[in-house]
């Protein structure tokens, strides 16, 4: 097997291939990627196991990012360890790499996508092209610069080209992970500082996004701390500690996702039909929670429950589906609702991804329950 030992000398030490000698950059390689096939075993029956159904973009951005870790892993293993030819390691790296990085950018832009609302459409593609744009520039510029930087003559040039563009790649990445927390961060500030909710339930509520926001606040420091060491450490150790925190960050995520189904699970079934009676019975109007991709702003007083069927479906449906252009008349005991306006594009997507999307279908949940006790308050 060949490797650019010329290469390895110009990334600072011989310390980047195993020398059949522990040291401290063997162990800390070792443990790094130890704990990162760990990680990537423990996401995948996560997985596996939380998702009801195997679909939407929060579910197949987990998939790819967790397959990407497994694949950098792989490759900087064999790599430093000389496990097999120079080529395998390094090509199996390089398709990690992108689906890594990339793939925790998707995360992050999908559930940053079910807490922006219908107002900040554009803000959501202003994102969405962000990270297009920045995953075909630097993830192309790099795969081209790793394979000429390894195998192009003279090396020198595409070495230090090669340096420059590992270090700018992660300046951009950082700023746009931290750009999609501090979104984030900042939605969840205002969803608490709009909900409505019973003063036991209001609680429970701001924990929850409290814990969020704080979790926000630690992936953005594990970003830093990839940043400051891209700049500082050997090549061999941040290449290991990046797929560590890589699957630490999706660890986090996972938390995120479990303390909403943890408050959306507190909410019987039993509990929301009886605040859906009581609010039809005081005809109030249903306070959305601003800005919720999910809220129901069209919602109108309700129908006169004198005129209406004893279907409890009925009174349901129109409670939660109700629309300032419907005419509600009394024929044969029953409601009668014209045909609405097909739903735009945008819209039949949200929708979609409120129904296949379990981060999603968390977050509606936490909204009902808001909206649901909101406004029992508002009726007292």
Not at 337 to 360: H, I, K, N
Request: proline share 2%; net charge neutral; charged share 15%.
């Amino acid at each position: 097997m060949t490797y650019n030992h010329g290469l390895i000398s110009a990334l600072k030490t011989s310390d980047n291939l195993f020398n059949g000698i522990y040291s401290v950059t063997s162990v800390t390689v070792t443990i790094a990627c130890a704990l990162a096939l760990y990680n990537v075993l423990e996401l995948i029956l996560l997985i596996l196991t939380t998702f009801r159904r195997f679909g939407g973009l929060y579910f197949w951005s987990l998939i790819v990012a967790t397959c990407g870790i497994l694949l950098y892993t792989i490759g900087v293993l064999i790599l430093y360890f000389q496990f097999s030819a120079q080529l395998t390691g390094l090509a199996i790296r390089v398709l990690g790499w992108p689906a890594m990085v990339t793939g925790q950018s998707l995360v992050l832009y999908s559930r940053l996508g079910t807490v922006l609302g219908r107002g900040y459409d554009n803000l959501k593609r202003a994102v969405k092209w962000v990270i297009i744009v920045d995953a075909v520039v630097h993830h192309s510029g790099t795969i081209i610069l790793t394979f000429g930087a390894y195998y192009a003559s003279p090396s020198h040039a595409w070495i230090h080209a090669y340096n420059t563009q590992h270090k700018v790649q992660r300046t951009f990445f950082c700023v746009q992970e931290c750009l999609l927390s501090a979104l984030y961060i900042w939605r969840a500030i205002d969803i608490l500082r709009s909900s409505l909710v019973l003063a036991e339930k209001r609680s429970q509520v701001h924990l929850v996004m409290f814990q969020l926001i704080v979790i926000s606040l630690v992936i953005e420091a594990l970003d830093v701390y990839l940043l400051v060491d891209e700049y500082t450490a050997l090549q061999a150790i941040k290449q290991a500690v990046k797929a560590m925190v890589y699957s630490i960050k999706l660890k986090l995520e996972f938390a995120t996702l479990n303390k909403l189904i943890d408050v959306t699970e507190s909410r019987s079934t039993v509990g929301r039909i009886i605040a859906v009676a009581d609010h039809a019975e005081k005809h109030v109007n249903q306070a959305p929670v601003r800005g919720l991709p999910f809220d129901n702003s069209r919602r109108s007083p309700e129908p006169d429950l004198e005129k209406a069927s004893g279907d409890a479906s009925i009174l349901v449906n129109s409670v939660v589906r109700a629309h300032p252009q419907e005419v509600r008349t009394a024929t044969n005991g029953a409601l009668s609702v014209p045909q609405l306006p097909a739903a735009t594009v945008e819209e039949r997507s949200r929708r979609r991804t409120m129904d296949e999307d379990l981060y999603a279908g968390a977050c509606k949940a936490v909204a009902g329950q808001v909206e649901a006790h909101g406004t029992d308050t508002e009726g007292d």
